[in-house]
């Protein structure tokens, strides 16, 4: 259903294209001449020259772009620039629309512009593809028309952490780069920056990160409508209803590349909040504060004797967003790893903390120890997103973090035991007898630990196989909760309790249990139901089509405790139940 904001947009534009403005897209011919404006340095903005070569329709729903030759200024060595996007382009002092889209490998500065009708109308629901194909009459090959990339850059980031993170912000459309400032802040006390510092064709930066560690995307604008703007001419990410900070940006220099070319951009003061994000561009709100997560990271770094050197503290403001916070969080933990610590060789890291969430909800708890040879730092990262990644994913829109704090403990060799041997204290058992299990741990140098647990089978247990599986905490989770994979939960309680369910890795974990069906609802496990309720789950599972059934009916679990140390592997026994 379309809102009545989006459906008084529409009944207002033929008002708005009656002012002088703005040129109508049905007017635009080939052979037009115009002029955009964006900024080469600094921030003053400035002209270069627009050809215009027709219109392209129907490259989207619904959807024409104008196609352009640019000329002037550095464009002649540059070519479309990433960061250009959202520059306007004006015919007779009318605003047709914005710079956005270009070829690939083109040796031509030749761009797609965004009309500026289009812009205003869009509705951020319906957002297409965001690679277009266009037909060449010149050459049998498939020419791409393309969103620019828009240009990532990163302070206080290492740079092993921006080329381990790049493949996922380049498959969105995003390029990063090494910035060389810290981002705006976007804290309460912080005040905005005065709004006439911006105009058609200034640089802003889209602020995911601020703090000891940055991140911002840059694009330039194309509108201002009294406090709102609009800005880039295509999609960021497409995340429709957003709040993300933005900040005035000045360009430090432009890089002219084979590939493509780009802006290196500097943000300033903060100036308000992108509040769209649509097919066709982005809309901000000068002086409209967005909510941000306050991260704050620990480092302690333990020396060869056990000793505590200084730690090291990172504190940052991140965005709220269901995709991009799991990926910005798992950056500044790498980063603030390995700018601590080697990342490659025999490393292990112990790393505790909380993320809160606002409202009368119990926090996840995160308490794990990582280590090995090779990619910890890349393992610890992850370990810290999931949590999060599961929470704002959940389907709970009101379920916000509030605040992260984690710490985390580097120690210099590898602590970490395999589960070498497995076995039980007899073949064969009655019902109420006990069985001892006895698990052997083996490390590096012949390093090995025995640790031994009991299990009592219940008197009335059914006859015929018992199974003991001894296993590191991800292949018990794995086993646990790999039926939640297609089950939706029920409410933002079971999501936190089900975060906070995962088991560490320093422990093995033994699983009884026996090779009958049982079922698992909501993460509740349901081992050999009665057959009234066996058919009652059944019935669910054919309604739902989601499987709830599967074999391996888990009676009990007892955990083996390895003190700080990783435990991984798995072993299987079995003793057989008789009379």
Partial sequence: MVSWRILTGLL??????????????RDIRAGMHGVGRTVFSGSKVEEFEVEILGVLENVGPKQSIILGRLSGGPLGKTGVMQGMSGSPVYIDGKLIGAVALAFSFSTEPIAGIQPIEQMLQQDPGNVPARMRSVASDKR???????DIATPMSFGGFTRETIDHFAPQWRAMGLEPMQGALAGASNSAGDRFGNPTAIQPGSMISVQL???????????????IDGNQLYAFGHRFLAAGRTELPFARAEVLTLLPNFQTSFKICAARQLMGSITMDGSTGVAGVFGKRAATVPISITVNDRAADGSLRKPWEYHVQMINDSVLSPILLQMAVFSAIDATERTMGASSFRIRGTIAFQGDYAPIRLDNMYSGDISVPAQVALGAAIPLSYALQSGFDYLKPKEISLTIEAFDNKKQLRIDQFWCSQREAKPGETVELTAVL??????????KASYTVPVGAPLGPLYFTAADGTTTNFAEFQQLVGTAPRSANQVIATANKLRDNTSAYIRVWRNDASYQVQG??????????????????????VPLVWHGSKIAELELRAGDMVVSGSKMAQVEIKE
């Fill in 12 to 25: 207002a534009l033929p008002l708005l294209f009656g002012q002088a403005s703005f040129y109508p897209l």
């Fill in 140 to 146: 049998p090959l498939d020419v791409r028309l393309v």
């Fill in 209 to 223: 990160l601020s703090g000891d560690l940055s991140a911002g995307a840059d694009g330039t604008v194309t509108y």
């Fill in 442 to 451: 083996s490390g590096d140098n012949g390093k090995e630990i025995t640790r």
């Fill in 524 to 545: 509740h496990d349901f081992p050999s139901p009665p057959a009234s309720l066996a058919m009652l789950l059944a019935r669910a599972q054919a309604q739902s089509g």
